[in-house]
Every structure is written in structure tokens, then in C-alpha cells.
């Protein structure tokens, strides 16, 4: 593959591809999105509000009026790059899966003596505007373009942990896992995301850090009031309520469930309690997206691919599945549903 000038790249992070991309196709909705042979490198030709990237949990960065082609040599690439006159720029170089037969500083020295050529400035510190290649050594791509998002390493998810909220529960969701839910179910629509089951909020916060529209239901009142101090402490809001998941009232404007249920091997009342909560939410809207999230057997864990995983989610149809690694012994799957058409 090679293209360039008109082509948009979406670079992913590394730690889940697979779950990244269809987190990209729920936020960039009116692209096709395409995959290349490098794992971490998605094409598109089409135009979206790019900013999204920000708001994703696996996105380095969009890189637009760009191209991406096989890893041949610094002159050829520097050759392919479409150089014009910018003021207060920087280039970023940065390496995905290992390494390509090059110096990253090497790149930035040269792109940026090409775009010095065309009469462009720098500022290293806090540029304006800033051009990135990205060297991917799985399938040996290199690609370009103007960068719109963070960039690599740069989104601090690790220091977004779960255990530095003030009220902690080992069920606590991964803060990236969260948002990655929530952006693939919610997307693009306006309306609320609901979690029937809130626990210490990790949904909710990721939901109503991305301006959503926010509403958690626990019937465990140390839940409720754990959730609020950690949707205050993250300073953002959300309505909690004391509840029953499978009876409470929806709100008019629905988007998206995104739930992690309580939910054990072989454990009857947890299928009697995740089916009594779908039916609830069946009853009374027709259109919603599901998201759920459910602790399986460590070792179905793909990260390129979405996987096969029989499950039963009545009232919905499931979509896709895919695999997360927790530990050695313990594994999530999340599950991407929508309801099924009535009659
Ligand atoms: C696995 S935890 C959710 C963890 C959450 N995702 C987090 O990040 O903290 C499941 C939650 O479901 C709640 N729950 C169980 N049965 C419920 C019901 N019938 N209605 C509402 N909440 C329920 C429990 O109190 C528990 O907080």
C-alpha cells in the first residue's frame, strides 16, 4: 500500500489494536475506515472531526494531509512528504513494534530541514503545528502527516489508575477499558449513557469526561455515595441513583448501556440478574446500544482480532467480542450488542 497527500492515518497505542479500531469506527462514523497490514495503522479517505482522537482511550493521533507507504529509505521517504510553509512548527518522529533500520532523530532532522527549505519556523517547546512519522516495524510502514492528538505516550493513562480514586473496590474497571467501552457504545449520539450497575463509577466518569450525558444505578447505597465522591473528586457530574437495575426508569434520550455486571463462573443468579436488567431496558426503549463487560477464562486474549465467544444476551443481538487480558488466570470479555428488532 501507498498513498499520500490526501490520506488520513489513524495511529493506535498498543494495547489493545483490535478493541482500538472499532473504538475508531464508533467515533469517526461517517469514514470507512481501513485496515493496513501494520497492526497499529488505519487509513481512511473520508473527513470527520478529527478532535474526536482526543477523546478515544486508543488513539496516539490522527495524521492528516499525509500518507503511508513500505519502509523503503529516508530518502524515499523524504521524497513522498508534501512540504509547505508553516509557522512555530515541530516534527515527532516515533516507533511502533520494534524497530526499523533508522534513527528517529535522524527523520526529524531531515523532515525538518525540508520544511526549513520551504521557509517554515520552529518551536520545539509548544509548537503550533506538528508533523509526525510514525516508523511501524510490524509490517515495516512508515506514515505521515499533520498531528491532530496527544501523540504517543503522551495520555497519561497510567496515571489515571482506578486505586487513586478516593473510594476503590478491586471490581473497579481500568480507566482505559472504560472509555474504550463507552466511546464504542455511545459513539457520536447525543444522549445519555446509562450504566444499571455502576459500582465505584468507572464508567461514569470515563462517560462524563467526554461530555456525556451520565446516569449510574446501584442498589448498594455505599456504591451510590462511593460514586458520587469519585465523579466529584474527578470533577465532572452525573446523576446516581439508588436503584434496582431491573426495574429502574430510563431516561427519554437514550444512547448507549454500558454495564459490567456482577457476574460469576457458572453462577445462576448472575444470568437470572444480567437477563432481568436487559429485559428491563428492552421494555422500554427499542433503539440502544449495549455494551457489557464480563470476567471469562484468562486465554482469550487476541489482540489483532475480535474473537468467538458463544454468549446469550436475550433481546439483543450480539455484534462483536473481543478479548482482554487481566492476569494469568483471569480474562474480560466485552461484548457489543444492540437490540434486536421486535416480532
Ligand atoms: C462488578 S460491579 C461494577 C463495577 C464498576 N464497573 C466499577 O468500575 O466500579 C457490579 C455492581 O452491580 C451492583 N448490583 C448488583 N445487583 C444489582 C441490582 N439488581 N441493581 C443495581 N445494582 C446492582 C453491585 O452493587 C455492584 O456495585
Given amino acids: 500500500m501507498q498513498s499520500n497527500g490526501n490520506t488520513t492515518v489513524i495511529a493506535l497505542r498498543g494495547w489493545h489494536p483490535a ?12 469514514c470507512d475506515l481501513e485496515r493496513t497490514e501494520a497492526r497499529r495503522l488505519i487509513t481512511t479517505n473520508g473527513s470527520s472531526d478529527w478532535t474526536r482522537s482526543s477523546l478515544m482511550s486508543g488513539c496516539e493521533c490522527v495524521l492528516i494531509e499525509g500518507g503511508i507507504t513500505k519502509w523503503t529509505s529516508i530518502e524515499d521517504l523524504l521524497q513522498l512528504i508534501d512540504y509547505k510553509q508553516m509557522d512555530e512548527m515541530a516534527v515527532e518522529c516515533w516507533r511502533h513494534e ?42 515495516e510502514y ?9 501523540g504517543p505516550g503522551k495520555h497519561g493513562w497510567s496515571a489515571m489508575r482506578a486505586n487513586k480514586r478516593p473510594f476503590f473496590r478491586p471490581v473497579s474497571l481500568e480507566p482505559r477499558l472504560a472509555r474504550a467501552a463507552v466511546n464504542i457504545a455511545a459513539g457520536i ?17 470515563e462517560s462524563a469526561i467526554t461530555g456525556r450525558k451520565t446516569l ?17 473528586w474527578a470533577g465532572v457530574s452525573a446523576e446516581v441513583k439508588r436503584e434496582d437495575a431491573t426495574r429502574f426508569q430510563l431516561p427519554n434520550n437514550i444512547a448507549a448501556i454500558v454495564v459490567d455486571p456482577p457476574y ?19 421494555r422500554q426503549t427499542d433503539e440502544c446500544s449495549l455494551v457489557v463487560i ?25 455484534e462483536q467480542t473481543f478479548g482482554i487480558p487481566v492476569h494469568k488466570s483471569l480474562g474480560r470479555v466485552l461484548i457489543i450488542a444492540s437490540i434486536s428488532p421486535q416480532g
Fill in 142 to 150: 512508515v506514515a505521515w502527516g499533520w498531528m491532530i492528538g496527544a
Fill in 264 to 282: 460469576g463462573r457458572n453462577s445462576i443468579g448472575d444470568e437470572k440478574l444480567l437477563e432481568d436488567m436487559l429485559q428491563n431496558i428492552s
Fill in 19 to 30: 478493541l482500538s479500531r472499532a473504538e475508531a469506527k464508533a467515533m469517526f462514523p461517517e
Fill in 216 to 232: 449510574g444505578i446501584d442498589f448498594d447505597p455505599v456504591m451510590v455515595d462511593g460514586t458520587k465522591e469519585n465523579l466529584q
Fill in 189 to 205: 449520539s447525543g444522549g445519555y449513557v446509562v450504566d444499571p450497575m455502576c459500582g465505584t463509577g468507572g464508567i461514569l466518569i
Fill in 294 to 318: 464480563l470476567p471469562c477464562e484468562a486465554g482469550n486474549d487476541n489482540l489483532d482480532e475480535s474473537i468467538d465467544f458463544e454468549f446469550d444476551l436475550p433481546g439483543f443481538t450480539i
Fill in 98 to 139: 520494534g524497530k526499523l533500520p533508522v534513527s528517529t532523530k535522524d527523520i526529524e532532522m531531515q523532515v525538518g530541514g525540508m520544511f526549513h527549505d520551504k521557509g517554515s519556523t520552529f518551536n520545539l517547546k509548544n509548537p503550533k503545528h506538528r508533523f509526525g512519522v510514525v516508523l511501524d516495524a510490524s509490517a
